[in-house]
């Protein structure tokens, strides 16, 4: 079994009727970076820039976290490396305590206060020295940039206009820069960015749909609190109507979207996210070769039919009944 796996390392994430399908890596800590590579992930598709800054008294610099992501960056060579920049506060910073970032959990409902791309607006020097680490390892490999937590277009148009101030400063400054500066994709992980998505997209490059998150806000549950934890499902439909609308939206636009929450590193739930148009998927690096074995032995056409009859349904444990029974079917 686990040589079988082994051999998939090799294999192209296709699948039967040739459509090819992105599986790519999170990275959580550089300490993974190995395992990435033995998994065979097609770049990094979520980089969690959190470790830097999290059990220190003070804040990473420009240049301490240039070095981190030139060493990861390098480490990928040409495979795309997407950085999202820092999302602290809601649960984030409770368990990792950073007196340099003010706190954030202050507030009366911590996951609905200042989180993510938030707080880096109201924090503009946090942002400008994310940015200007990464606008300078840019050059070295393929690089692109991901916001957490938006709601609204603005907060996208205004992070991109600090990244270009930035990007003119660098210059100015002699700092080689490529030509056209990384993409900027925005994580649609509220309920808020799935319904607003086609407005998002005008601003967006790219679509990174953030299921844990996605999940947690449209339920209104936290899967931490034990007391509601039963009610965490991202398989409600509620959660897979956003999912779709979203997709849609990108789709329309020849936008590419991927999914890098937990869902897409279970292999049950290929097809169905398949069936939804989703040609990207970024996990931990232990699940892609389950998931590259799911993706070879599924149909395009099949993955579509089954997604039409889950879309149908109005009852989560009907949608779980269904998503087994088409798993067990075709393994
Ligand atoms: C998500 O919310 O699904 C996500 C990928 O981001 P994180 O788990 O880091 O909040
Ligand atoms: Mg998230």
Redesign the pocket.
Known sequence: ERAKLAKLRRLPAVTTDGETVELQANLEIPAELPLIAQAGAQGIG?L?TEFLFMNREDLPGEEAQLAAYTQIVEAMGDDPVTIRVL?WGGEKDMEAQNSGIAPTHGGPNPALGLRGLRLLLKRPELLEAQFAAILRVADRGNVRVLLPLVTNPAEVKQAREILERVARRLRRRGERLPERLPEVGVMI?TPGAALAADAIALEADFFAI?????AMYTLAVDRAEAEVSHLYDPLHPAVLRLMQFATEAALRLRMPVSV??EMAGNPKLVPLLLGLGIRSFSMNAGSIPRVKQAVRALEIGDCARFARRVMEQSDPARIRELVTEFAEGVA
């Open positions: 979520l969690r999302d992980e953030g299921t844990n998150d996605l890098c929450g």
